[in-house]
């Protein structure tokens, strides 16, 4: 009978860019039962300080190196989710091979702990059923309100778990090993959202004050998005060469990278825009060239304000004010922008490049919504041609 190996594993420190970490080091069995090394970062030294805080955090994650996987004994979807989520969705991504935004980890943390793993965390991986995902999606659906863009990304989310099980020799690496590639869920949205008029526009900016009317009209202007927005310091603004150049964004209380390649390219200032910047740099007590744009006042310009707080609190009072029902948020203005420019005869691929997309598709198919007045005056031009004078009429 072969001895039992038990093992207590290690702790070393790291030096990284973003700082040293704590790195642990364990021996794991893959699923043809060779054993081989392997390690995960536990946190940042400059967070637990020294290895016997290391070790704390590592035992209350619940981390055990003994407990076998793969030939051992079945395993649990929970725990290819916790092995994903030790190497994948760690806040120091420095060593990842295709590193993710923080926005990114903090949304498939929250997917997993809040709907998924309640859910399947105690299934086998080799006995959970496609249909049987489907059906929980249907009831998320039904029971708690969900959208068809949430449902596939909770789908999308347990599919990257099992294939990273897969990398890693979890599970087998057959088709058959990852039943969620066989789940069917709609991606069809069924949110309409709202686009404004200028007119609309000018009624919200009447509603808004200082700082508040300036950033909405700059959303309105510039097409930036608001995480973009809320990341100026004003040494991102070249007003020798009229650009805002697009450096990070701010993200769930956390400054990062753009979203994309294509996020990053500057974006035009009109001089009527910039003498509005001008004139609110004037005004705010942070005008330094490392200080914000658009600063949290109750943080002492150390952070932006919110999102959220600024649409609930600014924003959407002032569209009620002016009449306008439905959502209204800063991605509204951005969808104006692109629907106005492009009804007004603007060349679709420079409407693109305004709004940074990397595809003109996107463009057109998701931003740019045809307006009533729009699509009334295109049924006209129709009209004309076929009710031509002395033509037969077409009414029997």
């Known amino acids: 009978m072969a001895r039992t190996r038990n093992q207590h594993g290690s702790l070393r420190i790291l030096s990284r860019k973003s700082g040293d970490v704590f790195e642990y080091r364990y021996y794991r069995t893959r699923a043809d039962g060779k054993r081989v090394p392997a390690n995960f970062v536990v946190g ?25 996987t793969g030939r051992g004994r079945p395993i649990m979807f929970g725990e290819l989710a916790d092995h994903y989520a030790r190497l994948e969705l760690s806040e120091d991504q420095a060593e990842a091979v295709i590193p993710k935004a923080h926005s990114t980890i903090t949304t498939y943390r929250r997917y997993l702990a809040k709907h998924v793993l309640p859910r399947w965390k105690a299934v086998r991986a080799s006995e959970l059923e496609p249909v049987a995902v489907q059906n929980w999606l249907r009831g998320m659906r039904k029971q708690n309100g969900l959208s068809n863009g949430t449902l596939v990304k909770l789908r999308n989310v347990m599919l990257v778990v099992f294939k990273h099980a897969q990398r890693y020799g979890l599970i ?31 009624d ?12 909405v009209l700059a959303d309105a202007a510039t097409g930036l998005r608001v995480s973009e927005l ?41 001089p009527l825009l910039a003498a509005l910047l001008e004139a609110w740099r004037k005004e705010t007590p942070y ?12 943080l002492k310009g150390e952070k932006p304000p919110r999102a959220n707080m600024l649409v609930a609190n600014h924003l959407q009072p002032a569209a009620r004010k002016a009449g306008i029902g439905g959502p209204v948020g800063f991605h509204t203005l951005r969808r104006t922008l692109a629907s106005v420019l492009v009804a007004n005869g603007s060349d679709p691929k420079l409407v693109q490049e305004l709004l940074r997309h990397s595809n003109v598709k996107t463009t057109l198919d ?27 009429s077409a009414v029997v």
């Open 366 to 392: 998701i931003y740019a919504k045809a307006t009533t007045s729009a699509k009334l005056e295109a049924q006209g031009w129709v009209l004309q041609q076929l009710l031509v004078p002395g033509a037969k």
């Open 172 to 202: 087998p690496r057959t088709q058959e090993a990852n039943p969620i590639a066989f789940v069917r869920q709609s991606c069809v949205s069924d949110y309409d959202p709202v686009v404004l008029t200028l007119a609309q526009c000018v």
């Open 230 to 270: 809320l990341a100026l310091r004003w040494s991102d603004i070249d007003w020798r060469n009229s650009c805002i150049r697009v450096s990070r964004a701010y993200v769930y209380g956390k400054f990062g990278p753009p979203k994309s390649k294509a996020s990053q390219r500057p974006v035009p200032l009109h």
């Open 44 to 68: 940042s030294v400059a967070e637990l300080k020294t290895e016997t805080e290391a070790w704390a955090k590592l035992r209350k994650t619940g981390f055990d190196p003994n407990v076998r």
């Open 204 to 215: 919200i900016l009447s509603n808004l004050d200082d700082m508040h009317r300036v950033l």
């Open 287 to 298: 005008f330094r060239d490392t200080d914000l744009v658009f600063p949290s006042f109750r």
